[in-house]
């Protein structure tokens, strides 16, 4: 039985300090580098706008707004086909047409030849329920892993799960803190379903080291781990396979607002497959969990 | 594992039948009246606004305050109890002094259950203002439920003015409800250009009739109030001889003789007679007409109008009267809205992100396909025709219950499709193993499916988990995912267990005797 194909274990150390060093790096990153909010967790003004004159350019633009005196304003492309994201910090509001205001401005700017795909306007007040709910929904998933593996399994079982999923999300917000991509409401839902999937992907390793903890008193941990991991590692490559190429089809062919999530996703996908094999394991050998750990619970 | 009674059989090709019926509802256009159901696209998918508005409570309390206020002097002058000092503190605390022989008396009035000076929720327990005393000091104050009351009716009520304002509009299939104590949640879809809607929901709509007063300074029982355009400064009395209440009907009219626009109204009853009375002795006085604090115009009275209509000028575009008619004709909101929250999509962006949307299924869908049947040959001809039911049966559980199918939601479905296989590659590699063992092919798909059960449940569990939450916490388009991403996975559970397990069933019973199934 001891006869595996891939030594995961022999690496076990080196990826500890990878994936340490990854998760330092991630943590600064938040700490320092900070997140990109989107208007809605930071409040404030989105407009998609679609340029039917060709002739109009994203300097133009970028100046027509500016004289707008709208606050913090932002224009980039946005995707093909003359398309521009203009995002700033002045929100609509009762006493102004904001937006009528904004359009008019433009039209004296640039002229007609353009009109307005998509309007998000967020209040603070909102921007910041937004934010707290996004922020309690992924705590409240986590614990709720935490506590089905405890349920499930034993609570060895959770920490190493637990450890798994921060590791998932922090590296995924890191990502996403280095190259300043926007966090919008969507991210935060990519994110709770990297805490599904990544789960689901620890649970089958965990439920396969459960039965072989069961059927074999002889063998360590760390074999036991090892032998776990390969004998579940082709479903591990199977079903992650297929999710990317779901989320890869989702990211090209999907729009442009759907590529945020879906790039979160595959990141996601790959750090919880990783995260499965690397951390979650470990650190039930690090515990120490026995055979006697699991026949505890069944005395129960 | 392996075996299905005939019973069983049948009622999952009933089930299976039923669901893609519903899909293919969607579709196609079928001529019987059986269930029409129809899955809703949700705003960011068909075009249109959402509108998250805020009631600004602040003023309906100071007014309510203010009537309290009246009603308390009007009480005591009547029961010869003698007060001083009854004055309003901070618009928030009513405040009076007493002559020591009548505190008492008062006191137990404001905590006597039956009595209308201080109504008792009996569903609260509470009285509608806690006071306190000291000496022969009054203190009035809205309790916490007094408050909550108050704002339930006065929401309520601009619910209803607000819906009233959408349905005189006209657009289709507007979706007006409560959010929380002081918020109200406007969907209108296929509506691009939300501002004529915005404008008319932000105005309260509060129009009083009240003559201009002519001395110079601002006065007691006056105030000083500046015409829309505001350019002129009028002194205006405070006392009001008819407002919007009074209006029955509103309707913009071109004057004949000025040729201008103008709104002309219908009185009720008391309206007009006390407009009829206050126009007869008011002849040669300038008669403010006053919206939302602002000045319409301030005409003169020439004659007595005991009619009971009459009309208001102004500088109105058609436009601009078609609204104030019809805001008029809605009613006055108790208290300002606020937009907080605006989310528009046009309807071009929308059914770009459907096609977008739908072309990213069909290639996901396919190349999880592809890779499937080449990895597993006949097995995965068998999971991928799970895979295609479980789609069917997820549309039509979407149908069924005419949930709102959002982007995300897409996202969602692809999400499935590319997850949902995963239940039965855990059970064919789980197969693969057993028939390492177990060279009889039953016994070893048999104990495939059987051990690999508990992996498959929790593996779904912890994302179902996740969908909840989010369904819970999300909001807007991002609770389509969570539903979505839910519902699939019990049709994946479905499909797995019922329609791939009995193919897999067939399959294998008539091959039992070939060598390496899998």
């Known amino acids: 039985m001891k006869d595996y194909k891939l030594n995961f274990n022999k690496y076990f150390k080196a990826f500890n300090i990878f994936s340490i060093a990854l998760i330092i790096i991630s943590v600064a990153l938040l700490m320092f580098k900070g997140l990109n909010f989107g208007v809605d967790f930071k409040g404030g003004t989105l407009i998609e706008l679609r340029a039917t004159d060709k002739q109009i350019t994203i300097s133009q633009l970028r100046q027509s707004f500016l004289n707008m005196n709208l606050g913090d304003v932002t224009v980039k492309e946005f995707g093909k086909n ?8 002045k929100k609509e509001n ?66 190493g799960a637990i450890l798994a999923l921060l590791h998932d999300v922090l590296l995924t917000l890191g990502v996403f803190s280095l190259f300043s991509f926007e966090i919008n409401l969507s991210i935060v839902a990519a994110v709770l379903t990297i805490v599904g999937y990544s789960m689901n992907d620890t649970v089958v390793i965990f439920d396969r080291i459960r039965e072989n903890l069961k059927k074999f008193s002889d063998i360590n941990i760390f074999d036991l781990t090892n032998i776990s991991i390969n004998e579940t590692l082709s479903r591990t490559i199977i079903t992650s ?50 055979q006697k750990t699991i026949l505890k619970e069944d005395k129960d | 594992m392996l075996y299905f009674s005939k019973i069983k059989i049948i009622s999952i090709i009933i089930f299976t039948v039923i669901f893609s019926y519903f899909t293919a509802s969607n579709f196609f256009k079928f001529d019987d009246n059986f269930l029409k159901k129809k899955i809703n696209l949700g705003l960011d998918l068909q075009g249109g606004s959402y509108l998250l508005l805020e009631m600004d409570n602040e003023p309906v309390i100071t007014q309510k305050l203010q009537i309290k206020l009246s009603s308390l002097k009007k009480y005591f002058k009547n029961e010869n109890i003698i007060f001083k000092n009854l004055k309003l503190i901070n618009n928030e605390l009513i405040y009076f002094e007493l002559n020591q022989e009548f505190v008492e008396k008062f ?36 309790s916490k439920y007094g408050l909550v009351e108050l704002k339930k009716t006065s929401l309520n009520q601009a619910l209803e003015i607000v819906r009233r304002r959408i349905d005189e509009i006209g657009t289709n299939e507007p979706n007006i409800l409560r959010r929380g104590s002081d918020r109200i949640l406007v969907e209108l879809p296929g509506l691009d250009d939300p501002q004529r809607i915005k404008s008319l929901l932000g105005k309260t709509a509060n129009l009083t009739f009240r003559f201009v007063v002519q001395n110079e300074e601002p006065s007691f029982g006056s105030e000083k109030l500046t015409t829309e355009d505001g350019l002129e400064e009028l002194i205006v009395s405070k006392r009001i001889i008819i407002s919007g209440e009074n209006l029955v009907d509103a309707k913009p009219r071109m004057d004949n003789q000025s040729n201008q626009t103008v709104v002309s109204f219908t009185l009720d009853r008391v309206g007009a007679k006390r407009f009829g009375k206050a126009t007869r002795s008011g002849i040669g006085k300038r008669l403010a007409i006053i919206l939302d604090g ?138 693969k193993e057993e028939s390492k063992i177990e060279k009889n092919n039953i016994l070893a798909f048999d104990s495939g499916y059987n051990r690999s059960k508990t992996a498959v449940i929790d593996a779904n569990v912890t994302t179902l988990i996740s969908a909840i939450i989010l369904f819970f916490l999300g909001s807007g388009p991002v609770k389509g995912f969570s539903v979505t991403l839910g519902v699939g996975i019990f049709t994946t559970l479905f499909s797995v267990y019922f329609i791939a397990r009995l193919l897999t069933s067939l399959y294998v019973t008539r091959n039992k005797h070939k060598e390496s199934l899998i």
């Not at chain 1, 003359?82 to 910090?89: A, G, Q, R, S, T």
């Open chain 2, 107 to 142: 006191s137990s009035l404001l905590e006597d259950k039956n009595s209308d000076i201080n109504p008792y929720y009996q569903r609260f327990k509470t009285h509608e203002f806690d006071f306190n005393v000291k000496d022969n000091v009054f203190n009035l104050k809205y």
């Open chain 1, 94 to 159: 009762n006493n102004s047409d904001l937006i009528g205001q904004v359009k008019e401005d433009l039209t004296k700017f640039v002229g007609p030849g353009f009109n307005f795909r998509r309007v998000e306007s967020v209040g603070p007040k909102v921007s910041t329920e937004l934010l707290k709910s996004g922020v309690i929904a992924i705590g409240l998933s986590l614990a709720a892993m935490l506590i089905y593996i405890w349920i499930r399994f034993e609570w060895q079982f959770s920490i």
């Open chain 2, 294 to 431: 602002k000045i319409i115009s301030a005409p003169v009275v020439r004659d007595a109008i005991s009619s009971g209509s009459g009309q208001i000028s102004g500088n109105f575009t058609f436009q601009s009267a078609t609204d104030l008619s019809l805001l008029l004709r809605s009613g006055a909101l108790p208290a300002p809205l606020n937009i907080i929250e605006e989310r528009t999509v046009g309807p071009d962006l929308g059914q770009d992100s459907i096609d977008a949307g739908i072309l990213a299924l069909i290639i996901g869908f396919f190349l999880v396909i592809l890779f499937m049947l080449f990895k597993y040959k006949v097995f995965g001809l068998i999971a991928n025709v799970a895979l295609i039911f479980n789609l069917f049966l997820l549309v039509g559980i979407l149908t069924l219950f005419e949930a709102t199918l959002t982007l995300p939601g897409i996202a969602g479905i692809i999400l499935t499709v590319g997850m949902a296989v995963d239940a039965n590659v855990l059970i064919f590699e789980r197969i």
């Open chain 1, 241 to 290: 396979a297929t999710t990317l190429l779901a989320l890869v089809s989702i990211y090209i062919f999907g729009g442009q607002i759907l590529k945020g999530f879906s790039l979160a996703m595959i990141l996601g996908v790959i750090f919880g497959t990783y995260s499965s094999i690397y951390i979650a394991s470990p650190i039930l050998i690090l515990l120490n969990v026995s």
């Open chain 1, 82 to 89: 003359n398309d521009f994201l203009i995002k700033f910090e």
